[in-house]
Every structure is written in structure tokens, then in C-alpha cells.
């Protein structure tokens, strides 16, 4: 009986061996296992598993070649599908969970997700650019640190001091704003900036 319970449990082969020490089904349409084990950190890999991903675990693969069209690379495209797929499709649920990470793992995410890379290869055009758009990893001027999913938000324009920037503007290095830019967050006009957000809070007390 034990031995037919063993057999049983593998009527859904074949199955994919996973670091997270767990085995994933096969499949072409939906598969939110992850091949990163050249090109991703150990941190980046344990943020994706907390996020519903698994880990291709190569030692007990001969042929990875054969795997090609069942796993996703570490790409964004492959991430993101990944992660839908391992969020049952759900953005909400995706943007639920990245919501709960810590400040640091948001940034680690965020970096990984706007090298320019990904968008000079032209991979924002199948929607996986929007999808990070709106996850809660960007962050936002203002006195207390906060990430959100972007909407309104913009990047502020050059040269304004700090203390006047709120949290309808971005904080991001040289890089990211570029990203940005290639994905449509525009950039504030300093007049735009000074008649929209700073001449009506002179009268707020």
C-alpha cells in the first residue's frame, strides 16, 4: 500500500525538482518556475520564492536544453509570467505580496526589474513593463519612506530642493529614471511643478 501511495504520487509527471526542495508540474501554458541559477543572487532568488516562484534546481537536471518553453529565464517577461503563474494570475494577489516585503527587498526588486536591459531588447511591449509599473516597489519623496505602484506619479524636475517634493514624485537614481522614461513616466515642467504643487499648499497652515 505504501508503495502504491508513492507511485500515485507521481501520476502528474514529469515534474521539475525546485531548490526550494519541492517538485513543480510541467506545463507549457503556466509554469511559475524560475531558471536563474547563473544570472540571480541568492537574495533575489529567496524574494522570488517568498513571492510564489520556485527555483530550477539544476543538479538533477542532465539535459536543461530539454526544459526550454517549460521554465521561465531570468528575464523580466520570464519573472513576471513566473510570477503571475505562481499567483494564480492574479496581479492583485501579486501586488498583495510584494506589498508585504520589507523596504530593502522592494529596492532589491525594483532594481532587478528597470535594468535597461530588459527594455532595450523591447520586452515592455507584452505588458509585463505595465505589470511593473504597478507593483508597490517605486518610491516616493516625502517625509516618511513609502513605495507604491504608479499612477499619477511623476519624476520631478531638475534642481528643486528636496524638502518641496511630495509623494506625487518619484525617487529615482540616473538609471531608473531613464527606465522611466522609456516606459512613459514623464518628467514634471519646473512651471508645472511650481503652479501645481507648491503655490497651493503656501496657503495650507
Request: aromatic share 6%; charged share 25%.
Amino acid at each position: 500500500a505504501r508503495e502504491e501511495g508513492v507511485v500515485g504520487s507521481f501520476r502528474d509527471w514529469p515534474l521539475l525538482p525546485t531548490q526550494e526542495e519541492s517538485l513543480c508540474r510541467i506545463s507549457s501554458k503556466e509554469c511559475r518556475v524560475v531558471d536563474g541559477a547563473s544570472s540571480m543572487g541568492e537574495s533575489m532568488k529567496r524574494l522570488l520564492s517568498k513571492l510564489g516562484c520556485r527555483m530550477l534546481d539544476r543538479e538533477y537536471i542532465s539535459r536543461p536544453e530539454a526544459l526550454r518553453g517549460y521554465v521561465q529565464s531570468a528575464s523580466l517577461q520570464g519573472v513576471m509570467t513566473a510570477l503571475l503563474s505562481g499567483n494564480g494570475g492574479s496581479v492583485e494577489l501579486v501586488c498583495e505580496r510584494v506589498s508585504e516585503l520589507s523596504g530593502s527587498e522592494k529596492r532589491e526588486l525594483r532594481a532587478y526589474c528597470l535594468q535597461q536591459r530588459w527594455f532595450q531588447a523591447g520586452e515592455e511591449g507584452d505588458g509585463k513593463g505595465r505589470l511593473v509599473i504597478i507593483l508597490p516597489v517605486h518610491e516616493v519623496h516625502g517625509r516618511e519612506t513609502s513605495f507604491v505602484g504608479i499612477s499619477w506619479q511623476q519624476l520631478p524636475p531638475g534642481g528643486v530642493p528636496e524638502r518641496l517634493l511630495t509623494s506625487d514624485y518619484l525617487r529615482a537614481d540616473e538609471g531608473e529614471s531613464r527606465v522611466y522614461h522609456s516606459i512613459g513616466i514623464r518628467t514634471a515642467k519646473l512651471h508645472e511643478f511650481y503652479s501645481e504643487g507648491v503655490l497651493p499648499r503656501l496657503g495650507e497652515t
